[in-house]
């Protein structure tokens, strides 16, 4: 089942069905395979990928069977999708589906929220917890302050620091 977004159509690029495209992974290298068959918009189209290249920041990629700029006009604003199991994480890595929604404790075992938002602040990224009384408190998504991340069991342990709730 294609339900991983890995990517967003924002334009043609040519005259001959090449497509430029936006990464919405934080690892293209792993997820943008020529030969593999993804999926275009939420109709799920199969589109096996036929070459792709960095560009300026984007990609440009092509694909079997869309071999025009009319028919590369009509996938713009479109997703690509492609199946989440073949799209393993890295070591240490997590995707933000994972992280929403996962309940946030303190070394001690205390309840303090649960992940509502993960905020890209270079160069760390930042977790937004929504506290029981409807407050919010911020920390760095590193190794000093989350000590366990259980995908699983959709549970993290956080080292507090003073004022930080």
């Known amino acids: 089942m294609k339900d991983l977004i890995i990517a967003r159509i924002s334009k043609p690029f040519g005259l001959k069905g090449e497509l430029r495209v936006v990464s919405m992974t934080s690892f293209p290298e792993l997820r943008f395979k020529v030969g593999y068959e993804y999926a275009i918009g939420e109709e799920k189209t199969p589109a096996v990928l036929k070459s792709v290249r960095p560009a300026g920041g984007t990609y440009v990629m092509s694909f079997e069977g869309i071999d025009s700029i009319d028919k590369a006009e009509q996938l713009i604003g479109q997703s ?8 393993p994480m890295p070591e240490g890595a997590y995707r933000y589906s994972d992280l929403l929604g996962m309940e946030v404790y303190d070394q001690d075992g205390n309840k303090l929220g649960e992940v509502v938002d993960i905020l890209d602040y270079a160069p760390k990224k930042t977790i937004k917890v929504k506290k029981a009384d409807g407050g919010h408190f911020y920390f760095p998504f590193v190794g000093e302050f989350a000590k366990e991340v259980d995908v699983e069991g959709k549970k993290m342990v956080i080292e507090v620091v003073e004022g930080m709730l």
């Not at 690509?80 to 799209?87: L, P």
Request: no cysteine; glycine share 0%.
């Open 80 to 87: 690509i999708y492609m199946d989440k199991q073949d799209a």
